[in-house]
């Protein structure tokens, strides 16, 4: 998995299902409880910058005009 085995013991241990006596893992369950986990502690820079924004959604659509295979110059 590319992890140590005390990472991945702690995640599985923190992704147990609650009842008592049950052995193993609920991946839908662990899921649901990681994502709720994911919340940004603050907005993403390009909701928040309007000149980022502008200046990216510049790069990433060229001009139409300069034809379908138009690549974004650096």
């Known amino acids: 998995m590319g992890r140590p085995p005390s990472t991945v013991s702690r995640e599985l241990a923190r992704n147990r299902?609650?009842?008592a006596g049950d052995?193993?893992?609920r991946p839908y369950a662990a899921?649901?409880?990681?994502a709720s986990?994911?919340?940004r502690?603050?907005?993403?820079?390009?909701a928040t910058?309007?000149?980022l924004a502008g200046?990216?959604?510049?790069?990433?659509?060229?001009?139409?005009?300069?034809?379908p295979?138009?690549?974004p110059t650096r």
């Open 17 to 19: 299902h609650p009842e």
């Open 23 to 25: 052995p193993g893992d």
């Open 31 to 34: 899921h649901r409880a990681a």
């Open 37 to 39: 986990r994911w919340s």
């Open 41 to 46: 502690p603050e907005p993403a820079k390009l």
């Open 49 to 51: 910058s309007t000149a």
């Open 55 to 67: 200046y990216v959604q510049a790069e990433l659509h060229p001009d139409p005009a300069a034809g």
């Open 69 to 71: 295979h138009a690549s």
